[in-house]
């Protein structure tokens, strides 16, 4: 199966605007550094928050913490009322939620596991036997994720939400950077090559060459 292949090497740090402007020092009291960004509203203070997801009128994030390895699952509502926490894991890089669990990616405990979206206990539903995963994304009937297996060797792994079986997707990708999912396409980003890239959903698996 093809794999279409677009160069934008811009596109790849897109998402690293908000932290470099920070780092030049602009805040809302200094529009003269980057322009007037006034109307933020700051929801929550909290130790190392990473967004996951919008759904149903709530936040749901990741509470980040290195040392020790124990991170939260947290909701809360969009005006940042009502934040609870939901869950925790080890060292949890991703999170999507689903109608009645919130998946997540667990690195340091190489699975994919699920919490009832309520609140609860985990549960793993996918051992990756020492591969890392990092993006975690979900269509209506499917889990997508990317994996770490070595020095420059990433892949993306599919499994039906019902439990199916996990099934390689694409290998070969040198250093993923971002993953994203919608009717038709999987999309991703490889810094190692400095592209982006799109293979339909209904391929089978295929090899970056």
């Known amino acids: 199966m093809s794999v279409t292949t677009m160069k ?44 996951g997801a919008i759904d149903s009128g709530q936040l749901f994030f990741i509470d980040y913490s290195c040392i020790p390895l124990s991170n939260t699952i947290d909701a809360m509502n969009t005006d ?7 869950g925790r894991g080890e060292q949890i890089w991703d999170l999507a939620v ?8 667990d690195m340091n405990a190489s699975s994919i596991k699920r919490i009832p979206r309520s ?22 009937t499917e889990l997508f994720w990317s994996e770490r297996l070595g020095q420059d060797d990433y892949s993306i792994t599919r499994m039906t939400l019902d439990g199916g079986k ?33 293979l339909p959903l209904t391929a089978s698996t295929s090899t970056i060459v």
């Open 98 to 105: 689903a109608d009645k669990y919130i998946y997540f990616a």
């Open 166 to 198: 996990p099934m390689a997707y694409v290998t070969g990708i040198k250093n993923i950077w971002g993953l994203a999912i919608d009717e038709n396409f999987v999309y991703w980003t490889d810094r190692g090559t400095d592209s982006v890239y799109r």
């Open 80 to 86: 940042g009322s009502g934040k609870v926490e939901l």
């Open 8 to 51: 934008a090497r811009s596109i790849l740090f897109g998402f690293a605007i908000y932290a470099t402007l920070s780092h030049l020092g602009c805040t809302k009291d200094t529009p003269d550094v980057c322009g007037s960004i006034s109307e933020y509203t700051t929801l929550v203070h909290t130790n190392c928050p990473r967004l």
């Open 119 to 140: 609140g609860g206990s985990s549960e793993i539903v996918a051992d990756l036997l020492n591969k890392q995963p990092i993006h975690l994304r979900k269509n209506d």
